[in-house]
């Protein structure tokens, strides 16, 4: 872990300006009729869960050039996340994938207990083939032709959510890669309900305070179909599956020139939003650092998340979902952390009376506006100030660099060697 020392000593040097810049910002919000001190509360409440193979590097399918220090199982990811909440007090909680964090679950319960954290929706993997399974995922999983095949990629998700029990989790993320190629391969009517039988199988096996969320992908690895690949599909899904069934929106995960925040409103609205995994995207599912390549359209979601928050049942699961090809992954998971915590900040920011009057007038200029003028306020010092309250850093990144965190797990941790394809 970090030494607190460490942080306290860096805040040191950048409270005084923090300070400065902290009752500035207040003068001008309070001319707004905003409570600088509210927002920082507010601030404070924010949580996103850190994906456990976002901790390690990325790759392509060309290539992956692995990185100094990276962890060698799970219990190294633990402590890598660790780092991350300490310095940001905004990662409380991890979300694990199976079979890469498999292990004993009261060891990981403990680990967790020990470095403060919790877990978030456990991810089930039936787009890979592991050494130990007796079929192949090649043509599909829970939509193969085979039933065996359906059967076994259905136990996987099952003893997920056994692992998930043990360790306190509360849901199961289910993607699948299944899909196909070419057209003619696959009947898209019979595999879309071979899909749905093995989901009610794995519903029929959550426990009574548990959530399943459907995720869908447009593309890739299945480039001519794929078996849910729009959030309607995954709607339909949780719709047939029943009311502990929801959706997941990735932000990477659709069409260029989606109306992501139309989306999250639909969802909403049916009652099936169950949460996000947050990235940015310029192609495709690039899963870049969140707010990277558009932070408005980020800010956007949010500003649809906060307008409807008091929305009787909405309880969503915010986690990050990145692949860090060339950047050190804990540095980009705090840069992902602070700038979706910074939008949910901007998106509090939004004078909702006056863009309800905007609206109900069709003053389209003044709703717009309101909008970014709230997206264009710069609340660093509100962030930085929540993180000095919590005992985290001021600047997060600094004081990453000053620990020298990542050359000491390079001194403890094996060196990863190898230059396969694959996103970990």
């Known amino acids: 872990m970090i030494d607190k020392s460490l942080i306290d000593s860096e805040n040191a040097v950048r409270t005084a300006d923090l300070i400065a810049d902290y009752d500035t910002l207040g003068a001008r919000l309070a001319r707004r009729g905003v409570d ?25 399918r060309f290539a992956r050039f692995p990185g100094a220090g990276e962890p060698a199982g799970i219990m190294d990811k633990l402590d890598d996340c660790s780092v991350i909440h300490a310095l940001t007090a905004a990662t409380p909680r991890v979300s694990l994938h199976i079979p890469w964090d498999k292990a004993d679950p009261a060891l990981l319960r403990e680990k967790a207990e020990e470095l403060g954290l919790g877990f978030d929706a456990m991810n089930s993997n039936t787009f890979q083939d592991q050494p130990d399974q007796g079929r192949s995922y090649k043509f599909g999983s829970l939509s193969h032709t085979d039933a065996a095949t359906r059967r076994q990629a259905i136990e996987h998700n099952l003893e997920c ?7 306190g989790s509360r849901a199961l993320t ?11 391969q696959t009947s898209l009517s019979r595999q879309f309900d071979r ?15 548990w959530r399943i969320f459907s995720e869908h992908k447009i593309y890739e690895p299945a480039f001519y179909s794929t078996v849910v690949q729009d959030w309607g599909t995954s709607l339909l899904t949780a719709q047939e599956l029943g009311p502990k069934a929801q959706c997941l929106v990735d932000l990477g995960h659709h069409a260029p020139n989606v109306n992501i ?35 408005f359209r980020l800010f956007l979601v949010w500003n649809e998340l906060v307008e409807l ?25 705090i ?25 109900q007038d069709n003053d ?61």
């Not at 289910?174 to 003619?184: E, K, L, M, Q, T």
């Not at 930085?384 to 941790?413: C, E, F, N």
Request: proline share 4%; no cysteine; aromatic share 6%.
């Open 261 to 295: 925040e139309m989306i999250v409103s639909r969802l909403v609205r049916a009652g099936k939003l169950g949460g996000f995994h947050f990235n940015d995207s310029k192609y495709g599912d690039d899963d870049l650092d969140s707010g990277t390549i558009e932070p």
């Open 36 to 60: 600088i001190e509210t927002l920082t509360a507010r601030a404070m409440t924010f949580g996103v869960a850190v994906p456990s193979w976002g901790t390690g590097t990325g790759g392509t």
């Open 309 to 333: 928050e008091d929305t009787p049942g909405l309880d969503l699961a915010h986690m990050i979902d990145q692949s860090h090809n060339v950047t050190d992954p804990i540095e980009s998971l």
């Open 161 to 167: 959510i056994e692992i998930g029990q043990a360790i």
């Open 195 to 209: 899909y749905l039988d093995s989901m009610k199988a794995i519903y029929a096996g959550l426990p009574e305070d």
């Open 364 to 424: 389209v200029l003044m709703a717009a506006a309101t909008l970014r003028a709230a997206f264009r306020t710069d609340v660093e010092p509100i962030l930085q100030m929540a993180r000095l309250r919590a005992g985290a850093a001021i600047d997060p990144i600094a004081a990453y660099r000053a620990s020298g965190w990542r050359a000491q797990a390079a001194r403890t941790r094996p060196r990863v060697t190898g230059g396969g394809g694959g996103i970990v």
């Open 335 to 359: 840069v992902s952390a602070v700038e979706i915590q910074r939008v949910f900040v901007q998106a509090s920011l939004v004078d909702r009376a006056a863009l309800a009057g905007f609206q």
């Open 174 to 184: 289910v993607w699948i890669g299944d899909g196909s190629n070419f057209p003619g």
